[in-house]
């Protein structure tokens, strides 16, 4: 079992920046895929960004040149950086962890993050 542990989101204002940060422990695989995932009521959960082991990248296109999504191998951590972020950005933001060869993998808690004047 691996257990994720979100924390970082919140309320901020149009313009503004947020961090989320999701920590991954447990069983712990080698090579593997992190990402970030935002779902709005109702709808389908999104892909925001993934990043593998390896540090190759991934975004979605409506959060390209905003968002930067990183992470520290050594505390098994990934993190999204999320600027000039827009109200259609709202969302609960989902930490995904895989292993690269499986298709599905381990969901976090979800985090709000809420953008509004």
């Known amino acids: 079992q691996v257990q994720l542990v979100e924390s970082g989101g919140g309320l901020v204002q149009p313009g503004g920046s947020l961090r989320l940060s999701c920590a991954a422990s447990g069983r712990i695989f080698s090579i593997t895929i992190m990402g970030w995932y935002r779902q709005d009521p109702g709808k389908q959960r999104d892909l925001v960004a993934t990043?593998?082991?390896?540090?190759?990248?991934n975004y979605a296109d409506s959060v390209k040149g905003r968002f930067t999504i990183s992470r520290d191998n050594t505390k098994n951590t990934v993190y999204l950086q999320m600027n000039s972020l827009k109200p259609e950005d709202t969302a609960v933001y989902y930490c995904n962890y895989r292993r690269a060869s499986d298709s599905v993998g381990y969901w976090g808690q979800g985090t709000q993050v809420t953008v509004s004047s």
């Open positions: 990043i593998t082991s390896g540090g190759t990248t």
